[in-house]
């Protein structure tokens, strides 16, 4: 079972814009959903997104209407599109695939580190 694999992180200013992706080989066909989170204060994971086998997606309310998440079955890849990013949006962000057994087996990512500055 193949882990997840995020990418597209970076430093970006106050206001900025970037979009992480996360392959994960098997999410289409499985139709697995996948979540977002990223690391709170304190170390624990604070979740971000969810988008759901149909395609539906959720937000929290920390990020909604500045973050959208997407899909290219194609690449069995999962976007997150992070516009007018915070400062406090800065820390480690990681996909996680969920849905049936299959999806859940190995289902973490490695994370990717967001920095953003004022």
């Known amino acids: 079972q193949v882990q997840p694999v995020e990418s597209g992180g970076g430093s970006v200013q106050a206001g900025g814009s970037l979009r992480l992706s996360c392959t994960a080989p098997?999410?289409?066909?499985?139709?697995?959903?996948m979540n977002w989170y990223r690391q709170g204060s304190g170390k624990q994971l604070e979740w971000v997104s969810s988008m759901n086998p149909d395609g539906s997606t959720v937000y929290a309310d920390s990020v909604k209407g500045r973050f959208t998440v997407s899909k290219d079955k194609a690449k069995d890849t999962v976007y997150l599109q992070m516009n007018s990013l915070k400062p406090d949006d800065t820390t480690m962000y990681s996909c996680q695939r969920t849905g049936g057994n299959w999806c859940r087996l190995n289902a973490w990512g490695q994370g990717t580190q967001v920095t953003v500055s004022s």
């Open positions: 098997g999410f289409t066909s499985n139709s697995c959903g």
